[in-house]
């Protein structure tokens, strides 16, 4: 599975942005699509996650309310709407694919190459 991440920039506190995932390869082995992201000095952290078949979501607390992710199975593509972006929210994107919608970075199996996200106060 190859992941394409893109959308990132720069956004002034309570702005919006949406990135997106494209995957491509053999992409019904990882049912899961999920977004982590990693501020500097900080660990990867769970964002979203998302089910190919049934478009189950999942949310860290941090974003829910502000965050929605979607998914366009035709196009194969993975979208994390982000709206009300906050300052704390500035840090390096990624889409991953696993099997579990879980949030453990370590059980994911592919990921993009990121995308920066910077938020100005």
């Known amino acids: 599975v190859q992941l394409q991440a893109s959308g990132g920039g720069l956004v002034q506190a309570g702005g919006s942005l949406r990135l997106s995932c494209a995957a491509s390869?053999?992409?019904?082995?990882?049912?899961?699509m999920g977004w982590f992201r990693q501020a500097p000095g900080k660990e990867r952290a769970f964002v979203a996650a998302?089910?190919?078949?049934?478009?189950?979501?999942y949310y860290a607390d941090s974003v829910k309310g502000r965050f929605t992710i979607s998914r366009d199975n035709a196009k194969n593509t993975v979208y994390l709407q982000m709206n009300s972006l906050k300052p704390e929210d500035t840090a390096v994107y990624y889409c991953?694919?696993?099997?579990?919608?879980?949030?453990?970075?370590?059980?994911?199996?592919?990921w993009g190459q990121g995308t920066l996200v910077t938020v100005s106060s």
């Open positions: 998302i089910t190919w078949s049934g478009g189950n979501t």
């Open positions: 991953a694919a696993g099997r579990l919608p879980v949030t453990s970075p370590k059980l994911y199996d592919y």
């Open positions: 390869g053999r992409t019904f082995s990882s049912p899961v």
